[in-house]
């Protein structure tokens, strides 16, 4: 996107600047990761991480496929979350030392067998994209996406391989990446006389090789390979075609370039956008719905602040007929919800991942969560998940208190299993479905057990304690009596239909997130960096704010109809951002998405849900806490008989 200058982008960038430290994101963090000082002469671990295709969605193992093994196949120690995203790094038989500049290395020779060229095939059809990390920086390929004087944008990996047509012949033939050019980036820090790795990218080729004489492994000289030249491969016939009983030989080449940039800045490359100013007129969008919403809603409590006013006035009320509009409903507003145990664990549920949310969102702006390890960011949500189960139990007990409720058991085992239950039945079964298809993303069994403890062995009775703590406090106390009988609803004006209120309720709301979520549906679902916490705060910060002030103007205008219903309205009306989020999703998947297998469509389906119904918890819950708190204020203003 070409660059484009704003005033008010530029003015609003100056006292938010703060929020953006995740530009500079540095390595250095609470997880343990620390800068490597290398020497001239240093082992270099290549390591391998596995193979994804944005057409299937199923990772796929490295060593699944015909590839050069080393002598021992030996995994990475991983944490829970590495293991949950199916982020798994093995070693790999490319070597290299520190400063030594190495020509057409051999690695191995594979003559492939039927099965071995139709796997590859199979894979180059599907757009399987090889990773590679070193020193806990992936592997990229800079590409120029426009013309020659257009900056290089980095690709995560690269293409295994590609396919081509020959119309002479009526066929396709694929093609292998079997040449591997190395560039690995340095800093020395003069200071400390200490040499780091602060970039890795590649430029693969396809070469068909040739020697002449025996096959002497890794000594064997290779005709198409001109050590005098540091590019690549010459004198080659053409590119390694991948068919049965084809011989493929393995290469690479390893170069070496200093770079200006320090190590605790190696990520800026990574993690750079040209499209800053989309984030900011995003954001600039956003306030400006929150500007519109602030007028009509100081309007509201303008007649409001009248209304009690003059009804309160001593010196009018012998001119007060009768009580209207809001006024009138007083002795039902209170009135318990039907369902009202399922709103108190969703509500509780709610506030626990806005716990979540905020913690790990607020770790990331500081630097204590960086992208060298994504792993890290799952394992991070999963404890804060964990220990915000107590607000959970708390809340709920709360709110069930309030609504009468007697047996804080009961709301407790509601809050601690009603939405985990749902999202582990749907994990399981994605995850039978990965096992299905043999992807490498397949969370293993001991896994889920871990995961079935943390909920059951600890996060659960948190809960428990949470709402012991909650049931044993004071009911909330409610601001006017509640009639004994029910008041009967006048009819009700189209606009007023709760469908209606619903889906105008989501929609604002959802317009200040949209293009932060096309950023982040990219980044999961196409391979893409994205790691810019401080504007997912922020549009956070104007979600959470639109919510609550079209909750309010909402939920006023039903009390001024007198009706009275208002507790589940309110937390379905802003929770239906996220049905414009699946909508959305599903708009994403036709448009940007080009999936080829029904079992990947799935699985795009069922996360989505999942990630729906966790944003419907949390912005349900926002709404509902904004509406409690707007009707306890101004009934608890007015002096009822």
């Known amino acids: 996107m070409a660059s484009r200058s704003s005033l008010s982008v530029r003015t609003l960038t100056i006292p938010l600047?703060?929020?953006?430290?995740?530009?500079?994101?540095?390595?250095?963090?609470?997880?343990?990761?620390?800068?490597?000082?290398?020497?001239?002469?240093?082992?270099?671990?290549?390591?391998?991480?596995?193979?994804?295709?944005?057409?299937?969605?199923?990772?796929?193992?490295?060593?699944?496929?015909?590839?050069c093994r080393p002598n021992k196949i030996q995994d990475d120690a991983e944490n829970l979350g590495e293991i949950l995203l199916g982020d798994r790094r093995d070693n790999s038989p490319y070597e290299a030392k520190m400063m030594e500049f190495q020509l057409c290395n051999i690695v191995?020779?594979?003559?492939?067998?039927?099965?071995?060229?139709?796997?590859?095939?199979?894979?180059?059809?599907?757009?399987?994209?090889v990773h590679m990390t070193l020193d806990s920086l992936p592997l990229v390929r800079p590409i120029r996406i426009f013309e020659h004087e257009s900056p290089f944008t980095y690709q995560l990996g690269f293409h295994m391989g590609l396919k081509g047509y020959y119309p002479e012949e009526k066929t396709e033939k694929y093609f292998i990446y079997n040449h591997l050019a190395f560039t690995i980036k340095y800093h020395v820090d003069t200071q400390s006389n200490s040499t780091r790795i602060v970039g890795f990218e590649v430029q693969p080729f396809s070469v068909k090789h040739e020697y002449k004489g025996a096959w002497k492994e890794r000594n064997t000289r290779l005709s198409t390979c001109d050590p005098k030249w540091k590019t690549t491969v010459l004198n080659s016939d053409g590119p390694q075609e991948v068919e049965e009983g084809k011989e493929i030989i393995y290469t690479y080449n390893v170069d070496y370039q200093e770079s200006d940039v320090d190590w605790s800045s190696r990520w800026d490359a990574y993690l750079a956008t040209r499209d800053d100013q989309t984030h900011w007129f995003s954001i600039l969008n956003g306030l400006e719905s929150i500007l519109v919403?602030?007028?009509?809603?100081?309007?509201?409590?303008?007649?409001?602040?009248?209304?009690?006013?003059?009804?309160n006035d001593l010196e009018t009320q012998d001119r007060v007929q009768k009580e209207t509009g809001w006024k009138l409903i007083h002795g039902d507003v209170f009135r318990p919800p039907c369902n009202s145990d399922l709103l108190c664990v969703h509500v509780g549920t709610g506030v626990q991942i806005l716990g979540m949310i905020l913690g790990t969102m607020f770790l990331a702006i500081l630097g204590l969560l960086s992208p060298c390890n994504r792993g890290d960011l799952i394992t991070t949500m999963l404890v804060l998940w964990i220990f915000t189960s107590l607000c959970a139990g708390y809340v709920s007990a709360r709110l069930y208190k309030m609504f009468n409720g007697t047996d804080w058991m009961k709301i407790a085992i509601k809050t601690a299993f009603t939405f985990p239950t749902i999202i582990y039945i749907i994990f399981f079964i994605l995850n039978a479905l990965l096992w299905g298809q043999q992807s490498s993303a397949v969370v293993p069994s001991w896994a889920m057990l871990v995961l079935e403890f943390l909920w059951v062995g600890i996060s659960a009775p948190l809960v428990f304690v949470g709402s012991y703590v909650g049931f044993?406090?004071?009911?909330?106390?409610?601001?006017?009596?509640?009639?004994?009988l029910h008041r009967q609803i006048p009819r009700q004006s189209w606009y007023?239909?709760?469908?209606?209120?619903?889906?105008?309720?989501?929609?604002?709301?959802?317009?200040?997130?949209?293009?932060?979520?096309?950023f982040s549906l990219s980044a999961t679902w196409l391979n893409q960096f994205y790691w810019f916490f401080g504007f997912h705060l922020l549009v956070f910060i104007i979600l959470a704010v639109t919510c609550a002030e079209i909750s309010i103007m909402l939920c006023y205008l039903q009390l001024c109809r007198e009706d009275y219903r208002w507790w589940w309205r309110s937390y379905i009306t802003s929770g239906s951002v996220a049905l414009y989020l699946f909508l959305y999703s599903m708009a994403y998947f036709s448009k940007s998405l080009e999936m080829t297998k029904l079992v990947s469509v799935v699985l795009y389906i069922g996360y989505m849900l999942v990630a729906s119904y966790a944003f419907f918890v949390l912005t349900g819950t926002i709404g509902f806490f904004a509406c409690f708190w707007f009707t306890r204020v101004i009934y608890s203003s007015v002096k009822f008989d």
């Open 17 to 67: 600047s703060f929020l953006l430290l995740v530009h500079s994101v540095h390595c250095f963090n609470l997880f343990g990761i620390r800068p490597v000082a290398f020497k001239k002469g240093d082992e270099l671990k290549v390591k391998v991480k596995g193979l994804t295709s944005t057409k299937t969605q199923l990772p796929i193992s490295y060593y699944s496929l015909p590839f």
């Open 108 to 129: 191995c020779r594979i003559k492939l067998d039927e099965k071995g060229a139709k796997a590859l095939k199979e894979k180059i059809e599907d757009d399987y994209m």
């Open 293 to 311: 919403i602030s007028g009509i809603l100081a309007v509201i409590v303008w007649r409001i602040y009248r209304d009690i006013f003059n009804y």
């Open 472 to 484: 044993k406090k004071e009911a909330i106390e409610k601001p006017v009596k509640i009639n004994s």
């Open 496 to 518: 007023m239909n709760p469908i209606s209120i619903v889906l105008i309720g989501g929609l604002l709301p959802f317009s200040t997130v949209f293009i932060e979520l096309s």
